[in-house]
């Protein structure tokens, strides 16, 4: 059974970083993708940073230039290293794993980031 197990969350004044890491035990193959969603009180899950098996990323816009996504693909690992935090960063961010065939999404438990002064 395959579960990915995020850490690294906490609370951070504005301005400051924190390093999420997820990690993913069991057996698993073809996944051409991993990324991080956040989800805030009241509002729905969104994208944050996705990357492909070639390396490809994807941000979105209101964390271009703070965030970094980057993948272990023999340690089937993903990091996501956040700079200059703001209060609207704050959320419980998940990991994504997604699998092509057979199309499939794990997910991990999230964890929580609070960017507070």
């Known amino acids: 059974q395959v579960q990915l197990v995020e850490s690294g969350g906490g609370l951070v004044q504005p301005g400051g970083s924190l390093r999420l890491s997820c990690a993913a035990s069991?057996?698993?193959?073809?996944?051409?993708?991993m990324g991080w969603y956040r989800q805030a009180p009241g509002k729905q899950r969104e994208l944050v940073a996705t990357?492909?098996?070639?390396?490809?990323?994807n941000y979105v816009d209101s964390v271009k230039g703070r965030f970094t996504i980057s993948r272990d693909t023999a340690k089937n690992t993903v990091d996501l290293q956040m700079n200059s935090l703001k209060p609207e960063d704050t959320a419980v961010y998940y990991c994504?794993?997604?699998?092509?065939?057979?199309?499939?999404?794990?997910w991990g438990q999230g964890t929580q980031v609070t960017v507070s002064s």
């Open positions: 990357i492909t098996s070639v390396g490809s990323t």
């Open positions: 994504n794993f997604r699998r092509s065939i057979p199309r499939f999404d794990y």
């Open positions: 069991g057996s698993i193959f073809n996944i051409y993708a």
